[in-house]
């Protein structure tokens, strides 16, 4: 009977191991998108720490664009948020590893932002002010 036991916990163990993958496309679909037109960023990807060509638009509002990125440098993490002013023509970034418990949040000039996984429960956001703009992203304006 204890063999059992420790099969059947090693399994929940390998299971939840196998859960906890660090590869960030596997928990975000914007990641693994075709670079579309609308996908083009026009500030200094060198000067914010961002790989130019992962750059995908995940929406604009209010004046802002949103994107994912991957780092240009892998110590920065796997995975990052970019907040777009277009008036001001200026950019953050902010990078992190995903799939993290607690999301990716990026605040400029009033603006939040947070950069969520796929199957993020963003329930308890919507019900503060938040919108999801897109699958991976929620703002707050």
């Given at each position: 009977m204890r063999t059992l036991a420790k099969l059947t916990a090693g399994v929940v163990v390998l299971l939840a191991l196998a859960g906890c993958s660090?590869?960030?496309?596997?928990?975000?679909?914007?990641?693994?998108?075709?670079?579309?037109?609308?996908?083009?960023?026009?500030?200094?990807?060198?000067?914010?720490?961002?790989?130019?060509?992962?750059?995908?638009?995940?929406?604009?509002?209010?004046?802002?664009?949103?994107?994912?990125?991957a780092p240009d440098n892998p110590e920065n993490g796997n995975v990052c948020l970019v907040i777009e002013t277009l008036e001001a023509d200026?950019?953050?970034?902010?990078?992190?590893?995903?799939?993290?418990?607690?999301?990716?949040?990026?605040?400029?000039?009033?603006?939040?932002?947070k950069l969520v996984v796929d199957d993020y429960d963003a329930g308890k956001e919507l019900s503060e002010g938040w919108r999801q703009l897109h699958q991976n992203l929620l703002v707050r304006l």
């Open positions: 660090n590869d960030p496309k596997s928990a975000m679909s914007a990641l693994e998108a075709p670079p579309g037109t609308a996908d083009t960023f026009g500030g200094d990807a060198d000067a914010l720490g961002i790989a130019a060509d992962s750059v995908r638009l995940l929406g604009e509002e209010n004046g802002y664009a949103f994107y994912i990125a200026t950019a953050s970034a902010g990078c992190h590893n995903i799939p993290s418990v607690t999301p990716l949040e990026l605040a400029v000039s009033g603006v939040r932002a």
